[in-house]
């Protein structure tokens, strides 16, 4: 399961891979692609970008992380999601929820705010970072 629809190069998204049975000395797992193909962006919007991330909670227990989402794009995206993900200090995956914001619709130059809270499985929580989405309207 990987929480975005979208990765562009040099980006990274949190995914997850479940195992029947893990291997013993099972530590951790890194993803390297051998090959890659160009996407079909289609309807997808990705002119959203992420702003006043926030982080508030011990972090270790529940985190509560808010935000805001920017429309800088030409059109009105629809559907618009937050991926967030929360590292330790070595860099590790602990925590990552996909959201809806409170307006799933933002209109070109529109903002929209958004709210989570993590349940990190480790700790503490020392970075985040979110990734907005959302899709365009389909012409007839």
Excluded: C, K
Aim: proline share 7%.
């Amino acid at each position: 399961l990987v929480a975005l629809d979208l990765v562009d190069v040099g980006e990274r998204a949190p995914f997850t891979i479940l195992f029947g049975a893990a291997p013993e000395h099972f530590e951790r797992y890194q993803l390297f692609p051998l090959s890659a193909v160009p996407a079909y962006v289609g309807s997808y919007y990705r002119d959203l970008e992420v702003r006043n991330l926030q982080g508030n909670g011990e972090g270790y227990a529940s985190y509560t992380a808010t935000g805001s989402i920017y429309n800088f794009g030409p059109e009105e995206a629809v559907s618009v999601q937050v991926v967030i993900t929360a590292y330790d200090a070595l860099d590790r995956v602990i925590a990552m929820r996909q959201i809806v914001p409170e307006h799933n619709v933002v209109p070109r130059g529109g903002e929209t705010t958004f709210t989570a809270v993590l349940a990190p499985v480790g700790g503490p929580i020392v970075r985040l970072e979110a990734v907005a989405q959302g899709r365009r309207l389909q012409s007839p």
